[in-house]
């Protein structure tokens, strides 16, 4: 999940998305102050395989390159 939050004096609103080439699209139309954020559920990490150093590992690589 992606997540965009935008701010300004008076409020704070977030929206979702389902996959990163949607938050980007939705990016560039936002205007003001704006953070892109994907949300890594650690779950998933579990789900993927037993052994959670090497999950959590190469999670954080692949996250080093973006």
């Known amino acids: 999940m992606w997540v965009i939050t935008t701010h300004s004096k008076k409020n704070i609103k977030m929206f979702e998305f389902d996959t990163q080439k949607e938050a980007k699209e ?11 954020t994907e949300v890594i559920y650690f779950n998933d990490f579990i789900a993927e395989s037993t052994n959670l150093k090497e999950n959590i590992s190469s999670r954080w690589n692949e996250l080093e390159v973006r």
Do not use: D, V
């Open 26 to 36: 939705a990016l560039e139309r936002i205007k003001g102050c704006k953070i892109l």
